[in-house]
């Protein structure tokens, strides 16, 4: 079995993904999503929280490029989820839900207020020159520098250390909804995925690679000898056709 990790805010994910899948071909796939829960309204539930999102972004007053650029990231939402059933449709493979049943509360957990306080202070505290950059330039900026974090094992780390304070406390108060400790959520994925014996299993780069942020024993290593290949979802693109 294989296991695929992924950055959730990647710009490059989907597309990257839909080349994945369709290199590999599984006929089995197991996601990140929650165990049990009907996929088809996973799919509507994130998509409608994404352009909810998005709306909320453009109504803003802000940097035109860098609503620009929250616009997209917005729209990606899930796109792990999304691009993975979507493929599983077209070829008419098993996928499953592998995440603790809990997780499921966050599609309806309202994180806007939330969300929008932060971009507004991001907003608010940018540098005027960022504001002139061409949007191509920013997109492109964006993705070199997030890129480099696929192959940092301890970017995952790194990055929760720098996250802002107003980060932190929305991530701990989603966190805190969702009611669930992380050794438990790990070990209900790893035995989740042994019992549906995926080709692939494609989830976040934490639970694949070293440097998961909350101390616990990542995914990976619970699933042990059944793990054939890791691979960072920025490996598509060294994919040939």
Same mark, same amino acid.
């Given at each position: ?10 710009? +490059? ?19 990140? #999503?929650? #165990? ?9 539930? !994130? ?12 109504? !803003? ?16 939402? =899930? ?15 098993? !996928? ?27 907003? =608010? ?60 959520r790990e070990q209900f994925m790893a035995d989740e995925i042994r019992r ?6 494609? =989830? ?21 000898? !059944? ?7 920025? +490996? ?6």
């Amino acid at each position: 079995m294989k296991l695929v990790g992924t950055l959730h805010n990647d710009l +490059e994910g989907p597309r990257r993904l839909r080349r994945l899948l369709d290199y590999l071909s599984p006929e089995a796939i197991t996601i990140e #999503a929650a #165990a049990g829960f009907p996929l088809d309204e996973m799919v509507r539930k !994130i998509s409608e929280n994404n352009r909810r999102k998005s709306r909320a972004v453009n109504s !803003i007053n802000g940097p035109q490029n860098m609503k620009q650029l929250y616009t997209e990231l917005c729209e990606l939402g =899930g796109y792990e989820i999304l691009v993975s059933v979507e493929y599983a449709g077209i070829r008419g493979v098993q !996928i499953h839900g592998a995440d603790h049943p809990q997780t499921s509360v966050l599609l309806d957990y309202d994180t806007d207020e939330i969300f929008l306080e932060i971009v507004k202070k991001e907003f =608010g505290g940018m540098r005027p020159e960022v504001a002139r950059i061409p949007y191509s330039t920013l997109r492109r900026r964006y993705t070199e520098h997030f890129n480099k974090g696929y192959y940092d094992p301890h970017v995952i780390t790194a990055m929760d250390q720098r996250m802002s304070p107003d980060a932190k406390a929305a991530l701990k108060k989603a966190t805190e909804h969702e009611g669930l400790e992380p050794e438990v959520r790990e070990q209900f994925m790893a035995d989740e995925i042994r019992r549906k014996n995926p080709q692939l299993h494609v =989830g976040g780069l934490s639970h694949v690679f070293e440097g998961y942020p909350l101390g616990v024993t990542p995914l990976f290593m619970r699933l042990g000898g !059944i793990v054939s290949e890791r691979m960072r979802l920025s +490996e598509a693109d060294s994919i040939t056709p």
